[in-house]
């Protein structure tokens, strides 16, 4: 358990710094940063702590189709997951009520990054780290790709269970939440989209429908490592 002490962010230092590392007992180690918005506090592991003072992050490179890459750094565990553009089963909140429904999905790319995950489309068949990224064309994201999982508890970011997150963010219901900004044809609410979708006989997402992002993955990945985003 944290003490009372280290509850409380102690007083900036006189110097300019953004971050402290205390060593605990039992060999524990917490990190805390300063920021605009305040200080957070979190433990990390030994390999966390070597890859921040040696500059040296673990990094697999880019692996086989679905998992491409894996790492960590001194943030935490993170992966690049990617899915085929395929058909899909969601579930959309309505008036009426919570509507099943098959549509196809462009190619999405998953990235799992210290506490979090995001959710961004692609164009391409095949996966590119270096195309340009779209807003995946569902709610329950917010505008900089980051999932939002409501009352449910986020996954911890572990490569192993990548696919599995994937498939848990399309298997919960799709409400109104977050729904703007992900469709040209209907920028208020991509629901409407996907209703239509479901009505046609399109075997591919429109691709002329889905909201440019400005990151490609190999920048998203490092924006998200350097806490940019």
């Known amino acids: 358990m944290l003490t009372n002490d280290l509850i409380t962010a102690p007083p900036a230092p006189e110097f300019n710094a953004e971050a402290e590392l205390y060593f605990m007992p039992g060999g524990h180690y917490l990190f805390r940063r300063r920021s605009a918005a305040g200080v957070t506090s979190k433990f990390v592991t030994a390999p966390d702590v070597a890859a921040a003072f040696t500059g040296q992050e673990m990094d697999s490179g880019w692996l086989p189709p679905g998992m491409m890459r894996v790492g960590r750094h001194a943030l935490g565990s993170w992966y690049v997951y990617t899915a085929p553009a395929q058909r899909a089963r969601l579930a959309l909140t309505a008036p009426e009520g919570v509507l099943d429904i098959e549509i196809p999905i462009p190619r999405t790319v998953l990235v799992g990054c210290g506490e979090n ?11 590119n780290p270096d195309a340009r990224l779209y807003h995946a064309p569902f709610p329950n994201l917010y505008n900089e790709l980051r999932i939002c999982w409501g009352d449910n508890t986020p996954p911890e970011v572990d490569f192993q269970s990548a696919s599995k997150v994937w498939k848990l ?61």
Do not use: I, M
Request: charged share 25%; with cysteine.
């Open 117 to 127: 995950c995001y959710l961004a489309a692609l164009c391409e068949d095949h996966f």
């Open 169 to 229: 963010f399309f298997d919960a219901p799709f409400n109104g939440h977050l729904a703007g900004g992900k469709s040209q044809a209907y920028p208020d609410d991509v629901r409407r989209q996907l209703l239509a979708l479901a009505g046609s006989k399109r075997r591919r997402y429109p691709e002329r429908d889905l909201v440019e992002t400005r990151f490609t993955t190999s920048s998203l990945l490092d924006a998200l490592q350097r806490g940019w985003v």
